[in-house]
Nanobody, 115 residues
Framework: QVQLVESGGGSVQPGGSLRLSCAAS????????MGWYRQAPGKERELVAG???????NYADSVKGRFTISRDNAKNTVYLQMTSLKVDDTAVYYC?????????WGRGTQVTVSS
């Protein structure tokens, strides 16, 4: 079984920054890709950013230029550096990983942007 544990959420003012981390643990052969999704109240879960083992990344248009996803393969950890945060970025952020061909989800971490 694979576990994904997120950390780094919290409350910040508009224009602020936060860094999320997600570490994968358990017994597995390889992680093909990792990413971050978010779900705001009353909205569907949406992809924020993803990164595959080669380092190739993709981002939602709404976060391009403000968020950066990175990955430490040796630590099985993915990071999401969020800058210039907006009120609309408020959501529960979920870590997602494709591990040995199966999809796993973290439990989520709350990010709140308000003045």
């Amino acid at each position: 079984q694979v576990q994904l544990v997120e950390s780094g959420g919290g409350s910040v003012q508009p224009g602020g920054s936060l860094r999320l981390s997600c570490a994968a643990s358990g017994r597995f052969f390889s992680i093909q890709g990792m990413g971050w999704y978010r779900q705001a109240p009353g909205k569907e879960r949406e992809l924020v950013a993803g990164i595959i083992r080669t380092g190739s990344t993709n981002y939602a248009d709404s976060v391009k230029g403000r968020f950066t996803i990175s990955r430490d393969n040796a630590k099985n950890t993915v990071y999401l550096q969020m800058t210039s945060l907006k009120v609309d970025d408020t959501a529960v952020y979920y870590c997602n990983a494709l591990v040995d061909g199966k999809v796993y989800w973290g439990r989520g971490t709350q990010v709140t942007v308000s003045s």
